[in-house]
């Protein structure tokens, strides 16, 4: 009978163990690993942005003339009507006697200037140009006043004999200063105007009325002469009570800024009125010239700025919140990227709006956490980009996801 040889127990149990602990180490090791394994970023995805619409501007132009208005800061909105050709501009120049004189002799805001003696030359300008029926204020002799009144009188009232006396003083003669204003002119790129002598009681000043709408920006631009067009009324000593000739002054926004009239030339106006539009301050600069008259020209320039103050619209690009994308986990979670803030620009007439959105890497998050952006192109304005935010938390799904779904997020 053969002779059974009987394992001990302890080696039996031995392939069991390991195998068992074999088996207890995959497992864990899966465990582990299924827990703390990365996942991989939330597919992103964006939304089509709706832009927002706007009108073609209507605007009330006189049906004679030459006429052009723009929206400072918005160059879209230049319009123009009747002539392209230059005109003439009689007492027009006088912005561009002004212009050229501070060039050479600056004043600053608050300042006076130096002293101008008006000696025999300057005085005899007085019958010269009253002679053509020219408008003059009294300069009597021996009289002195400092550039800035001598300003306020050729502006305000239009006066031509101080037009004249503060062109010689500055300049030494009537030829040296159209010599001055001729550079003047060319280094502002006003390239359609021609000015001859500084009144404008020659009727070869001409200008084109969107040449003028850059002068009247370039006058708004000096504080000195911003402020004299500015002002209604003044005494000036010699030369009496000065009241300003431009009657629009402090109606409809309008702040200036000079008149004009000659035969040939007809009711011109330059001016300048401002608004307040989506919490900002707009001004709209604007020339008209070959009018009947000045009260039937300043009821068309009230009609024009009428209609070009309500072409200004207020765009809203986002509101706070608007969603621009969306991000989604492989455990089913969606959270949304909107925008932080809400965006609005103040626009001129027809404006068109883009939307980019770029959204970042995201894999967990925290609502309010930026998470990309979404940038605006608008025409004729700069660019505009808004934050995105998680409209709510992205969180981690746990443990239990994660085992139950093995390596699904990585």
Known sequence: MP???????????????????????????????????????????????????????????????????????????????????????ASISKVVTALVVLDAKPLRTGETGPSIAFNAEMQGLYAKYLAVNGEVAPMPAGLKLSEYQTLQVMLMKSANNYAGALAIWAFGSLDAYDHAADAWLDRQGLDHTTIDEPTGLDAANRSTATDLVRLGQLALANPVVKEVVGTKQVTVPGAGAIENSNKLLGLDGVEGI?????????????FAATYERGGRTVTVVGAMLGGVDHDSLDADVQRLLRSVADN???????????????????????????????????????????????????????????????????????????????????????????????????
């Open 258 to 270: 000079k008149t004009g009239t000659l035969d040939e030339a007809g009711a011109c106006l330059l």
């Open 312 to 410: 200004f619209q207020v765009v809203t690009l986002t509101h706070a919140g608007q969603t621009f994308g969306t991000f989604s986990t492989p455990w089913q979670d969606e959270a949304d990227a909107v925008a932080r803030t809400a965006s609005e620009v103040l626009v001129w007439g027809r404006t068109t709006v883009a939307a980019k959105t770029h959204l970042d890497r995201v894999t967990l998050g925290t609502k309010g956490e930026r998470v990309g952006s979404v940038r605006f192109t608008v025409s004729d304005h700069a660019p505009v980009t808004v934050p995105l935010v998680l409209e709510r938390s992205i969180d981690d799904p746990g443990v239990w996801w994660r085992w139950t779904n093995p390596f699904q997020g990585a």
């Open 3 to 89: 002779r059974v040889v009987r394992r001990p127990r302890s080696a039996v149990r031995r392939p069991v163990t390991i195998a068992v602990v074999a088996v207890l180490v995959l497992v864990a090791g899966y465990l582990v690993a299924a827990a703390v394994v990365p996942f991989a970023p939330a597919s992103a995805s964006t939304t089509t942005y709706s832009a927002p619409t706007t009108s073609v501007p209507d605007l009330s132009f006189p049906g004679y003339g030459a006429t052009a208005v723009e929206a400072t800061d918005f160059p879209e909105s230049l319009r123009r009507s009747g002539d392209t050709k230059p005109r003439s501009i």
